[in-house]
T-cell receptor
Framework: AQSVTQLDSHVSVSEGTPVLLRCNYS??????LFWYVQHPNKGLQLLLK??????LVKGINGFEAEFKKSETSFHLTKPSAHMSDAAEYFC??????????????FGKGTLLTVNP | DTEVTQTPKHLVMGMTNKKSLKCEQH?????MYWYKQKAKKPPELMFV???????INESVPSRFSPECPNSSLLNLHLHALQPEDSALYLC?????????????FGQGTRLTVV
């Protein structure tokens, strides 16, 4: 079984300040982890992914995330927020669920607000 | 071409109508997915097709009927829907049906059932 917990439903930052979106996961198998962003009334866009290579993963638009197995965490960070970063962010875990089946398990999402 | 294209973008249908949602990708991906997303909620998996064969049906009501006519196309046929089926329907594809690869999502079809 696998699950994802996004620890904050809403994060508000000022433009130019750091962003931290927190995600904890659980998985019976070695997971792949993803962060997706969704702007209003749009589809989901992949920001970055971890698939058992480097634990510090760099993504698009200046975002990065660090996989910490001991803490079962995969927090998303960005040094300086931009107004265009305002969106919903989903942490996603992907792992085999038995046999050859798997599915993406989504966190409940974190809404990021960026204030001018 | 790295896009998943969904049509239509918006759809309003009555409870007795029959309509179809379409999804197309030309990335050579062999896995395709339908998700349903209600407002302020994460996407929920409905169906998975791998190599044009239905691999997963997440106990979706029969008023939703998926079809994968070829490796580039995925349809979702709708019939006798209920107002609670109103949602954003997202199509996605991935190179293969494996946990390590990311899914590419379309922009979605906003469905309203009246």
């Amino acid at each position: 079984a696998q699950s994802v917990t996004q620890l904050d439903s809403h994060v508000s930052v000022s433009e130019g300040t750091p962003v931290l979106l927190r995600c904890n996961y659980s998985s019976s198998y070695s997971p792949s982890l993803f962060w997706y962003v969704q702007h209003p009334n749009k589809g989901l866009q992949l920001l970055l992914k971890y698939t058992s290579a480097a634990t510090l993963v760099k993504g698009i638009n200046g975002f990065e995330a660090e996989f910490k197995k001991s803490e079962t965490s995969f927090h998303l960070t960005k040094p300086s927020a931009h107004m265009s970063d305002a969106a919903e962010y989903f942490c996603v875990v992907s792992a085999l669920s038995g046999g050859s089946n798997y599915k993406l398990t989504f966190g409940k999402g974190t809404l990021l607000t960026v204030n001018p | 071409d790295t896009e998943v294209t969904q049509t239509p973008k918006h759809l309003v249908m009555g409870m007795t109508n029959k309509k179809s949602l379409k999804c197309e990708q030309h990335m050579g991906h062999r896995a395709m997915y339908w998700y349903k997303q209600k407002a302020k909620k994460p996407p929920e998996l409905m169906f998975v097709y791998s190599y044009e064969k239905l691999s997963i049906n997440e106990s979706v009501p029969s008023r939703f009927s998926p079809e994968c006519p070829n490796s580039s196309l995925l349809n979702l046929h709708l019939h006798a829907l209920q107002p609670e089926d109103s949602a954003l329907y997202l199509c996605a594809s991935s190179p293969a049906y494996t946990p390590q690869v990311e899914a590419f999502f379309g922009q979605g079809t906003r469905l309203t059932v009246v």
